[in-house]
């Protein structure tokens, strides 16, 4: 690190947190690229963080901001420079990095940032980050360019599921286009409308629902996709980098007891740190391989036919439900509930066998 050229902006701190400010890295980085040093540039998103100040309230998000800094200068400290972009994100410079293995040791290590936070209850609380990393001059050379590019690997991040980080590879991520926030909203719009849309005007439901979990599963980087009752596993879906196939069929009594009834759903983000995790049917799931899980019933006029299931079984970290996936696959089970109600059918109905 320069000491002489941050001793030169001392006044240029973030007030909330106490480091460097968005413009003293920006310019930092510029620096090295004018230098021609080899560096990686690091951006680490705090999950869900509306969520903390919607429930909890602005000044208690704050705490949660100065204290996740702390943590943060902790493993930064003596090897690279810390700084605050502004609102939940934070940036990080790591000169000298550009191998991939020193890079990904690096990384492991910011996600176990919660357990170095100082108050006991916000490391109960399960909060988790995101982080997408580009490398200079492997990557680009230009300070626009990097900054995009770690800006995609943290979105491809996001959309697996969060709680992870990712290193930009242009062979895995260069065809990334970054949503804005009405993209997001048209997107959630155009999902609600294509599950509708599918399941309601065919009378082939069996490759229908097939076709719509398939779409949904790879959409949502979701490990694991399909329809259970208590028999068996319908219309799976699995990702091509999931190595788990050995998936089984859960006592559906055991689920309707984590299944919330007010919502008829049941999202778990980590199985292993949740403190439902003495329920008897989650710790099967954590013994099989399963990380995190999200349950929607398919439930019409009284009748149960099954579950919408979704299972996180690569990262071991588990994975954080959004609102979007969970909306979608709960208007997903609400549909295909009253399909099969109304023609008379049963999820063994749509075997593929």
């Not at 910011?110 to 200079?136: A, H, Q, V, W, Y």
Request: charged residues 30%; glycine residues 6%; negative net charge.
């Amino acid at each position: 690190m320069d000491e002489e050229f941050f001793d030169d902006r001392v006044d240029h701190f973030d007030n909330l947190t106490d480091l460097y400010n968005r413009d003293v890295i920006v310019e930092y980085v510029g620096k090295l690229i004018s230098e021609n040093k080899k560096f990686a540039l690091t951006i680490i998103d705090l999950d869900n963080f509306k969520y903390v100040n919607d429930g909890y309230g602005h000044l208690f998000g704050d705490h949660v901001l100065k204290q996740y800094a702390e943590a943060l200068k902790k493993i930064f400290k003596g090897r690279g420079v810390l700084g605050r972009y502004g609102g939940d994100e934070f940036f990080g410079v790591l000169e000298n990095v550009e191998d991939y293995d020193d890079l990904w040791r690096f990384l492991h290590e910011i996600l176990g940032t919660p357990n170095l936070l100082e108050d006991k209850k916000l490391r109960e609380m399960g909060i988790t980050c995101t982080i997408g990393s580009s490398r200079f001059p492997k990557d680009a050379t230009k300070i626009d360019d990097l900054f995009e590019l770690a800006d995609k690997a943290l979105y491809r991040g996001k959309m697996k599921g969060r709680n992870c980080f990712i290193i930009y590879l242009p062979e895995k991520h260069a065809n990334i286009n970054l949503k804005t926030e009405r993209d997001k909203v048209v997107s959630s719009m155009y999902l609600h409308s294509k599950v509708f849309n599918a399941l309601s005007r065919t009378k082939n439901v069996a490759t229908t629902v097939k076709e719509t979990i398939n779409f949904l599963g790879n959409y949502f980087m979701i490990d694991h996709l399909c329809l259970m009752d208590d028999k068996k596993l319908y219309c799976e879906y699995y990702h091509p980098l999931c190595k788990n196939h050995n998936h089984k069929v859960y006592d559906n009594q055991e689920i309707e007891k984590i299944i919330n009834g007010s919502t008829c759903i049941c999202s778990i983000n980590s199985i292993a740190q949740d403190s439902y995790n003495v329920s008897p049917v989650l710790k099967k799931m954590l013994k099989d391989g399963v990380y995190a899980v999200f349950y929607a019933k398919i439930s019409v006029y009284g009748k149960n036919f099954g579950y919408v299931r979704a299972d996180c079984c690569e990262n071991p970290r588990g994975r954080v439900w959004q609102s979007t996936d969970m909306d979608v696959l709960l208007n997903l089970a609400h549909i295909l509930a009253l399909e099969l109600y109304y023609q008379h059918l049963e999820l063994e109905d749509l075997s593929d066998e």
